[in-house]
């Protein structure tokens, strides 16, 4: 058993745009799956870790996806 630390690198991250970027690849190819992302223009960034924000949106839209069932649905990311 190895431990692998992974270590937070805060940075100004345009929440928007990685939503953006994640409803594009996992909302989209779903046939049935409506998707929407609603940002206020001039959203300010957030001091966060890239790459553990985008874990977590993925995680939101997939559970999100995944509660819709088979019939599908609307899924609205808000920023």
Do not use: W, Y
């Not at 996992?26 to 300010?44: D, F, Y």
């Amino acid at each position: 058993f190895r431990r692998v630390l992974f270590r937070s690198r805060p940075e100004a991250v345009d929440l928007a745009e990685l939503a953006h970027a994640v409803l594009t690849l996992v909302a989209k190819p779903h046939e049935k799956v409506v998707s929407e992302l609603r940002a206020e223009p001039g959203t300010p960034q957030a001091l966060c870790d890239r790459e553990m924000a985008r874990r977590a949106i993925t995680n939101l839209v997939g559970n999100a996806i995944e509660a819709l069932g088979e019939e599908g649905g609307h899924v609205e990311v808000v920023v």
